[in-house]
């Protein structure tokens, strides 16, 4: 379950109905515990004949899986992994035993398995509430009551439901994943000011030189219900396409950035007559150095990228902007690519036999891990 590196302890997952048979043949207690019961955690040795491989710890999961934490040297994993074999066991991939062991749990609740996992990932606690929902109430409970009900309501009730399910889920994503906002504009307008200010540090580097940023540099930062990955991209034209590869690579760079971003904070220097415009699906124009603008009037956000004066404004217009500000976490939502995919398949189906199916398939379907 661990990386194939050195570190203080690493841990093998071992799983599957003669697990515990497997260890007894193998483990001498040190403690006094010596039953592999579920919940006991048993302190010894691993041996292979009469030579001692190292010393773990054995966690009693369940009473068909359990998690040996042994010293972290890649050689003794090696070792300890070839002990397993030649008792029997087979050696596979960390999700393949994360699958069987989930199966174990939820038997074919398969959303709660899902949760179990998507839980473990989530961002922020909002992202984990709402995940958590989705086992009790939520995604499991509508599910079970739309094939319940599935003789008297209509086809298109579902579908539309679904639907909305789906367009939720757009938004509950960013809580359990956190979103990518882009920080675009003309060199100079104070982008790289902003993004340190934005990260409370002095990551990227300002300066008075048009085309200072050209990689571009991110920073996950807590806002106030999300967690946000900042980019300060290279300003777009900053440097005519094709002057030098990097520059080009750098407008190439920004230009993926903001196809991809959830929201694009334009950066306007409000000392300057300048038109920018940029295509993207949700842009939010920033006015910066309104310290030296005091008098101009410009509709919309202003904002010190220097002073910081603003940008609490800002944080809260973006998180309004992503459509989180006011999300309500108890809605009914998908958190897997899965259920994702399979709600879309009940917006397109045609007939109750094919909604029925793919209910049942929401429901009960294999974990996709
Ligand atoms: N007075 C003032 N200067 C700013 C502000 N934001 C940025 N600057 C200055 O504008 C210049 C360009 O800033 P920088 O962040 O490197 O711009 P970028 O090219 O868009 O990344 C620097 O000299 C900054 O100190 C602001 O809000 N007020
Ligand atoms: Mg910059």
């Not at 920033?286 to 919309?300: E, Q, S």
Request: charged share 25%; aromatic share 6%.
């Amino acid at each position: 379950m661990t990386a194939k590196s050195a570190a203080a302890i690493s841990s093998i997952q071992i799983a599957g109905e003669n697990s515990a048979d497997v260890l007894k043949s193998i483990f001498r207690p040190l403690g006094k515990i010596v039953e592999f019961n579920e919940g006991n955690i048993l302190h010894g040795f691993l041996f292979d004949k009469d030579k001692d491989i190292d010393e773990v710890v054995i966690g009693c999961e369940q009473t068909d899986s359990f998690s040996i934490n042994c010293h972290g040297n890649p050689l003794i994993v090696e070792n300890i992994l070839e002990l397993l074999k030649k008792h029997g066991v087979k050696i596979t991939e960390p999700d393949a035993v994360l699958a069987y062991i989930l199966h174990r749990k939820y038997g074919s609740n398969t959303i709660a398995a899902e949760a179990d996992i998507a839980m473990a990932k989530a961002a922020t606690i909002y992202g984990a509430k709402i995940i958590r929902h989705q086992t009790k109430m939520g995604l499991l409970q509508t599910a079970e009551w739309w094939l319940e009900n599935l003789n008297v309501l209509e086809p298109d009730d579902i579908k539309s439901g679904a639907e909305r399910i789906l367009n939720d889920s757009r938004i509950a994503d960013l809580f359990i994943e956190g979103a990518r906002v882009v920080i675009a504009g003309a060199p100079n307008s104070g982008k790289s000011t902003l993004f340190n200010y934005l990260c409370g540090k002095d990551k990227a580097i300002v300066t008075d030189i048009a085309g200072t940023t050209r990689d571009w540099l991110a920073a996950k930062v807590r806002l106030k219900r999300i967690t946000v990955e900042f980019f300060d991209t290279a300003g777009l034209d900053e440097t005519p396409a094709g002057k030098n590869a990097v520059d080009a690579e750098s407008q190439k760079q920004a230009a993926g950035l903001i196809e991809t971003a959830d929201l694009v904070l334009l950066v306007l220097d409000m000392t300057k007559q300048t038109e920018f415009r940029i295509s993207a699906k949700n842009v939010l124009a920033v006015y910066n150095k309104y310290d030296l603008a005091k008098d101009l009037l410009a509709d919309g956000l202003k904002i010190s990228a220097k002073t910081g004066s603003g940008v609490k404004e800002l944080v809260g217009e973006i998180e309004r902007r992503l459509g989180v500000y006011d999300f309500d976490i108890k809605k009914t939502v998908c958190f897997t690519d899965r259920q994702k995919k399979i709600t879309g398949e009940i917006v397109s189906a045609r007939t109750k036999q094919q909604i029925k199916e793919l209910i049942t398939e929401l429901l009960k379907g294999a974990v996709v891990v």
